[in-house]
């Protein structure tokens, strides 16, 4: 008994080795890239995400966070990921991703509501002891400044300017690559605000971003100024004062109140 080998049968034939292919390539952890090619892909891991917070790389929707994480699947390059959660501001950076497996912890803040502070009222002892606080804070100066991105970046206040100064000279330190530029690194205005700064506190539980008091607002600053950079309001009150307690919380006065900011 013979058979005949239609045009169809090879045309499907091809396309189920072509899809064994590619489902073999993606097992392995290449993708197809433009030309075309094979490239390795690499994980993302994006930390410190609230439930139900949604991930997309280069407008795409990828994934959703788990357990506080989520993980995507990226080619070497530059991609730009944003994370939507109900309640919080938007969160965005450009990530780069070399030739292997990558993490980045997201800056979530929680949107204020009307009339509501996002924090705790203190009363009695705890309120007398954070008021202290606030009234010893001093802004970071070239002298005593806020040491940030490992201790890699001196942070310090100068002309009502936030400045960012690489620490150089230290084999096991490497300034932040937004402080250089070809083999040369230098001081570099990260913030300089229209109204007086009142204060600079380093963002809680992270060295990669402040609160700044400014005007009538408590804003959460990332400290590497190239876009896309976030910038997110995290208090709304009348002439906010900051200071951080030793466990790295953050205490704000305003109106003869005190309060821990909950972020």
């Known amino acids: 008994m013979r058979f005949r080998l239609t045009g169809s049968v090879i045309i499907i034939g091809g396309l189920l080795i072509l899809g064994g292919g590619t489902l073999l390539i993606y097992s392995l952890g290449y993708r197809l890239a433009p030309g075309p090619s094979i490239m ?40 730009a990921i944003i994370v939507e959660a109900s309640g919080y501001w938007p969160w965005n950076e450009l990530v780069p991703i070399r030739a292997q497996d990558a993490s980045v912890p997201a800056i979530m803040v929680p949107v204020p509501k009307a009339g509501v502070v996002p924090g705790t009222l203190l009363s009695g002892a705890a309120a007398d002891a954070a008021k202290k606080l606030v009234a010893d ?33 230290s084999a096991s330190c490497t300034p932040p690559a937004y402080l250089c530029e070809a083999s040369a ?49 995290a208090y709304a009150g009348t002439a906010p004062a900051l200071a951080a307690r030793k466990d790295g919380s953050v205490v704000v006065e305003d109106k003869g109140a005190v309060y821990s900011l909950a972020l």
Do not use: M, Q, W
């Open 137 to 169: 804070a001093a802004l970071p100066s070239s002298d005593a400044p806020l040491p940030l991105a490992g201790g890699c970046a001196k942070t310090y206040v100068s002309d009502n300017r936030i400045i960012a100064d690489p620490v150089e000279g």
């Open 40 to 79: 390795k892909a690499y994980t993302l891991t994006v930390s410190g995400l609230p439930a139900g917070a949604v991930v997309y790389a280069d407008s795409i929707r990828n994934t959703v966070a788990k357990d506080g994480l989520a993980r995507l699947t990226l080619t070497p390059g530059n991609h």
């Open 185 to 233: 690194c230098s001081p570099t205005v990260i913030f300089s605000p229209v109204d007086t700064l009142r204060s600079v506190v380093p963002f809680p539980g992270r060295d990669d971003a402040l609160l700044v008091a400014v005007g009538g607002s408590v804003y959460a600053l990332e400290l590497d100024p190239l876009d896309p950079r976030y910038f997110a309001p």
